[in-house]
T-cell receptor, first 116, second 114 residues
Framework: AQSVAQPEDQVNVAEGNPLTVKCTYS??????LFWYVQYPNRGLQFLLK??????LVKGSYGFEAEFNKSQTSFHLKKPSALVSDSALYFC??????????????FGGGTRVLVKP | KAGVTQTPRYLIKTRGQQVTLSCSPI?????VSWYQQTPGQGLQFLFE???????NKGNFPGRFSGRQFSNSRSEMNVSTLELGDSALYLC?????????????FGPGTRLLVL
C-alpha cells in the first residue's frame, strides 16, 4: 500500500533560519511526489512536485525539495524562513490505483511556526 | 485563469439531512477529485471523476456520492448526515487526470453537522 509519513507534527524556526519539513514515502513503482501548503481557512496551495529527473526540485516562494530514492524521502526546504511561511504543510504521493485514474495520498501534515 | 471554485463556502446542517456541494474546475480541466479533511483522519480521498465518469472511489460509505456534468463541473452529495461528516471538503482539478499532473485545489466547503 502507498503511504506517506511526516514525522514531525510541528516545526518551530526563527525567521531567517533554514526551514526543513520532513517527508518519507512508501510506494510501489515510480513515486510522484508533491508538496502543498495550507493557510488557515484556505484550500491547499501547490508548492512543487517531483516526477523524474533532477533530485533537487525548485518550487514556489523560494521552496525546494530533495528527492532521495535510497532513503525514500522528499524533504521540503527553504534557506531563509519568513513569518509568512507559518502554515500547515502536506506531503503527498500520487499513484495509480487502477489502469485509469489515480489519487493523492497525503501525510498527516506538519505545522510550521516561524517566529520573528 | 480563474482557480477552482467551490460553493457554498460554509454550511450548517443537522443530523439526518442531506447536502450537496458544488465544484467548478479550472477552465479546460476535465478531472475533478474530492477529498475530506478532518482533524482526526487528515486528508482522505473520496472520489475522482473524468469526462462525467467516476473513475475511482475511496473508502467511504454509500451515503457519499458524486457526479460530473458535461462542462466538467462536479457535485458531491452526502445523504443522512452524521456528526462525523463535519469536515472541510476539498475539490481539486487537473487537466486530464494523469498521474504526473498537478491537482489544483479549491478553497473548500466547511460543513458542520449538528
Amino acid at each position: 500500500a502507498q503511504s506517506v509519513a511526516q514525522p514531525e507534527d510541528q516545526v518551530n524556526v526563527a525567521e531567517g533560519n533554514p526551514l526543513t519539513v520532513k517527508c518519507t514515502y512508501s510506494v510501489s513503482g515510480n513515486p510522484y511526489l508533491f508538496w502543498y501548503v495550507q493557510y488557515p481557512n484556505r484550500g491547499l496551495q501547490f508548492l512543487l512536485k517531483y516526477i523524474t529527473g533532477d533530485n533537487l526540485v525548485k518550487g514556489s516562494y523560494g521552496f525546494e525539495a530533495e528527492f532521495n530514492k535510497s532513503q525514500t524521502s522528499f524533504h521540503l526546504k527553504k534557506p531563509s524562513a519568513l513569518v509568512s511561511d507559518s502554515a500547515l504543510y502536506f506531503c503527498a504521493v500520487r499513484h495509480l490505483i487502477k489502469a485509469a485514474g489515480n489519487k493523492l495520498t497525503f501525510g498527516g501534515g506538519t505545522r510550521v511556526l516561524v517566529k520573528p | 485563469k480563474a482557480g477552482v471554485t467551490q460553493t457554498p463556502r460554509y454550511l450548517i446542517k443537522t443530523r439526518g439531512q442531506q447536502v450537496t456541494l458544488s465544484c467548478s474546475p479550472i477552465s479546460g480541466h476535465r478531472s475533478v477529485s474530492w477529498y475530506q479533511q478532518t482533524p482526526g483522519q487528515g486528508l482522505q480521498f473520496l472520489f475522482e471523476y473524468f469526462s462525467e465518469t467516476q473513475r475511482n472511489k475511496g473508502n467511504f460509505p454509500g451515503r457519499f456520492s458524486g457526479r460530473q456534468f458535461s462542462n466538467s463541473r462536479s457535485e458531491m452529495n452526502v445523504s443522512t448526515l452524521e456528526l462525523g461528516d463535519s469536515a472541510l471538503y476539498l475539490c481539486a482539478s487537473s487537466l486530464d487526470g494523469i498521474v504526473e499532473e498537478t491537482q489544483y485545489f479549491g478553497p473548500g466547503t466547511r460543513l458542520l453537522v449538528l
